[in-house]
């Protein structure tokens, strides 16, 4: 069956974000010990992921559990999400980009609540692809097979009609469970290479 549409992942794959240490560092200012900043904030972290926090609240959390005023939770939080965004994938990016017309593309990806927004504002995601499907606006995240699903059914493909590229091992393998072409992303070189191999091999 024809492939009719690629989907692609942000983090670490449209989006490249290495670990800038940011709770390390705010651990360090605030005198808790190694961890305690996740162990404190992870019912938020996770909440934030499907939607189940507003960003006020997200602050508001972040300002009572670690002890700092609203303008610190608020430099915390702007940290957080320079270390998020990351840097544009450029070469992939336009590799998307360039899939259009000819086929249907998206992005699927587990966010947190305020990333559209800011992604939109740093990279045009809105623009790239046709749909954008943000764990925290439709209240569930990879490796749910629902997302999935969801993704192919805005994308008006089946599931053997899409391509999914994705860094993160269990999420491909949560694709393939569903009839989807997982494609694990190491490098562009290879992501590219596998996903015209299997556009050339679903044509013939």
């Known amino acids: 069956m024809a492939i009719r549409a690629a989907v692609f992942d942000i983090g670490d794959v449209l989006e490249i974000a290495p670990d800038l240490g940011v709770r390390r560092r705010w651990e360090v200012r605030l005198g808790l010990v190694e961890g305690e900043f996740g162990r404190r904030l992870a019912d938020v972290w996770a909440a934030g992921a499907i939607g189940g926090v507003t960003e006020d609240?997200?602050?508001q959390a972040i300002s009572d559990r670690l002890g700092v005023?609203?303008?610190q939770a608020d430099l915390i939080m702007a940290d957080a999400?320079?270390?998020y965004l990351g840097t544009g994938n450029t070469e992939l990016?336009?590799?998307c980009r360039g899939l259009r017309p000819s086929y249907r593309t998206g992005i699927l990806s587990n966010s947190f609540v305020g990333a559209r927004e800011r992604e939109q504002a740093a990279y045009g995601f809105e623009d790239l692809v046709d749909d954008i499907v943000y764990s925290h606006e439709v209240g569930m995240s990879k490796p749910d097979p629902r997302i999935y699903q969801l993704s192919c059914a805005r994308l008006k493909v089946r599931p053997e009609e899409m391509i999914f590229?994705?860094?993160m091992e269990p999420n491909i393998?949560?694709?393939?469970a569903v009839?989807?072409?997982g494609v694990?992303?190491?490098d562009n070189a290879q992501a590219i290479a596998e996903i015209e191999a299997l556009l050339i091999r679903a044509g013939d």
Not at 173 to 176: F, G, I, L, P, T
């Open 173 to 176: 393998a949560a694709a393939r």
């Open 165 to 167: 590229l994705d860094d």
């Open 69 to 71: 005023a609203r303008k």
């Open 93 to 95: 990016i336009k590799y």
């Open 81 to 83: 999400w320079e270390q």
């Open 184 to 186: 694990r992303y190491r």
């Open 57 to 59: 609240e997200v602050r």
């Open 179 to 181: 009839g989807i072409h």
